[in-house]
């Protein structure tokens, strides 16, 4: 069965994840998004943390309100990672 985490911004975040799923593998995936910034300093720090200490599987930058390009993409991921086909 897959997991899907929908929002995380903190490194012990992914940390519990991988504790919790053992070996099994994490897809990570990360989107950002043009002019779109972290609701303070903390958060922003988190997330430079993750940028230099987390190898994410997929990562792409977006233009704000580009929906239909996110859902393109994470159709792309999905056929490309069986796991996270549907059952």
């Given at each position: ?22 070996p ?17 300093q903390?958060?922003?720090?988190s997330?430079d ?6 190898q ?14 996110i ?6 991921i ?10």
């Amino acid at each position: 069965r897959s997991v899907v985490v929908s929002d995380w911004r903190y490194l012990n975040e992914l940390g519990c994840m991988q504790e919790k799923l053992g070996p099994r593998p994490i897809v990570t995936i990360r989107i950002s998004r043009f002019g779109l910034n972290a609701a303070n300093q903390e958060e922003q720090d988190s997330i430079d943390l993750l940028g230099k200490q987390v190898q994410f599987t997929y990562a792409k930058m977006f233009k704000e309100g580009d929906i239909a390009g996110i859902r393109e993409w994470a159709a792309e991921i999905v056929a490309a990672q069986p796991a996270l086909q549907p059952v």
